[in-house]
């Protein structure tokens, strides 16, 4: 899949639709989900136009991967969920159930969270 441009987390990184932001650096932004599913719900994104997950994987430099790993860890830090725990999610295609096709972490916490999945 190649990469719409005018995906909603783009224009949210072009400043054309606003966000609660927790997070900045060179090559992550970090900001709250609009329709959280715990008490804390951040989305963690690079800046680079990646797709997917795959996308990041193949292309991204070693730079902007590390940087995205750090921030989803300061996020949750800085959002206390360290000692509780909590859960780094990246949903991945149609069958991830992937609805914004530019790379997104969601770091989710400040309540139990149960299973990863339902059972089937
Ligand atoms: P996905 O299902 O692609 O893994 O997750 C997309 C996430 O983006 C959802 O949790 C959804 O609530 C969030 N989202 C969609 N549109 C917006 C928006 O305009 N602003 C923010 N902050 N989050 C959004």
């Known amino acids: 899949m190649s990469y719409d441009t005018n995906n909603i987390f783009a224009r949210i990184l072009r400043g054309e639709i606003p966000c609660t932001k927790v997070y900045e650096d060179d090559h992550v932004l970090a900001f709250n989900d609009i329709n959280p599913q715990a008490p804390v719900h951040i989305l963690v994104i690079p800046k680079g136009a990646y797709v997917s997950w795959t996308d990041f994987a193949a292309g991204a430099s070693d730079a902007e991967m ?3 790993t ?11 969920l360290a000692e509780g725990g909590y859960r780094v999610l990246c949903n991945t295609g149609a ?4 609805e914004v096709d530019h790379l997104h972490l969601h770091v989710i ?5 149960g299973r990863m999945l339902p059972r089937a």
């Open 109 to 113: 916490g400040g309540r139990p969270l």
């Open 66 to 68: 590390a940087a995205l």
């Open 95 to 98: 069958d991830g159930g992937q």
């Open 70 to 80: 750090r921030a989803a860890g300061r996020v949750a830090e800085a959002a206390g």
